[in-house]
């Protein structure tokens, strides 16, 4: 099982893996750059090195990055979408120093102009961009519907999906915040919901999940994550979640509102649940 949680990459990338490794994580996740602005420091191809190293000799699932969440790529307010071009360009050129990692995207917000226009300028601006000799996989992530939100009902994924041009190298980040903000039952219905997905999307499409509770109900389009049990979900909604037979063996990923050491407890409150579920 890959587990892990969000890291800050302030420190440099061995430092992530190092605090991975101090916290029984055996994944990561991480903002290519500052969330809030669009300012990346200069990559420093022997850090990433000696991280790489690390993450081979301690078994580390893929790495996982994370786009800015200010990225909006199906904008077409030409500053917006020239920043956005530009962070994705400098972002594919980064991950190329660590192949075959994951590139979490929020689809973006159509603003107004309708989902369906704003998935297509999403894609185009993805088609345009997306290097042909790249190993990275894009993952889009299952959005809660705040605001003009694109990506939150599956149909949605998987119209963007069918449009990428290079199919093999785009999946789906599952997360659980999300999709019950979005209105699908997870709680009551993981069956379901797990259905539906396959129907639509295809649950092979699913290639990472995003584990978090939710402060608000169900269908509440918010996206405010909380601790494992401490939202409206629960811990054995969320456990279910991650111990289905159809989602084994995907990297799990906390975006929980913790620092390490509350990351650490999640963690571990996390194997020890699934091994008692299991007898082990
Ligand atoms: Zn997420």
Redesign the pocket.
């Known amino acids: 099982m890959f587990i892990g949680c969000h890291l800050s990459i302030a420190r440099g990338y061995y430092r992530m893996g190092q605090d991975a490794l101090s916290i029984g994580a055996n994944v990561f996740q991480f903002f290519t750059r500052n969330p809030r602005g669009s300012q990346a420091k200069a990559i420093q191809p022997k850090d990433v090195e000696a991280l790489l190293n690390l993450a081979k000799e301690n078994d580390f699932g893929p790495m996982v990055a994370h786009a800015p969440y200010t990225l909006n790529p199906a904008s077409v307010e030409p500053k917006i979408s020239s920043l956005a071009r530009e962070i994705l360009r400098d972002d594919f050129q980064r991950l190329s120093l660590t192949p075959e990692a994951f590139y979490n995207l929020h689809p973006g917000c159509h603003l107004g102009r309708g989902s369906e226009a704003g998935m297509a300028s999403t894609m185009e601006l993805l088609n345009a961009i997306y290097p042909e000799d790249a190993s990275t996989m894009i993952l889009l992530?299952t959005m809660a519907g705040k605001g003009t939100e694109i990506g939150r009902r599956f149909e949605e994924l998987a119209h963007m999906l069918s449009q990428f041009k290079f199919p093999e190298r785009m999946g789906v980040?599952f997360?659980t915040c999300?999709v019950h903000d979005a209105g699908y039952d997870l709680v009551n219905d993981l069956e379901g919901v797990l259905h539906e997905f396959d129907q639509v999307v295809g649950l092979n499409r699913i290639k990472a999940i995003?584990l978090?509770d939710s402060l608000n109900p169900k269908a509440s389009h918010k996206d405010r994550h909380a601790k494992l049990g401490e939202g409206r979900m629960g811990l054995d909604a969320l456990i279910r979640v991650i111990s289905h037979p159809k989602l084994a063996g995907r990297p799990i990923i906390l975006?929980t509102p913790n620092d390490l050491s509350g990351y650490a407890k999640e963690i571990q409150l996390i194997k020890q649940t699934l091994s008692l579920d299991t007898g082990k």
Do not use: K, R
């Open positions: 992530e980040c997360d999300h995003h978090n975006e």
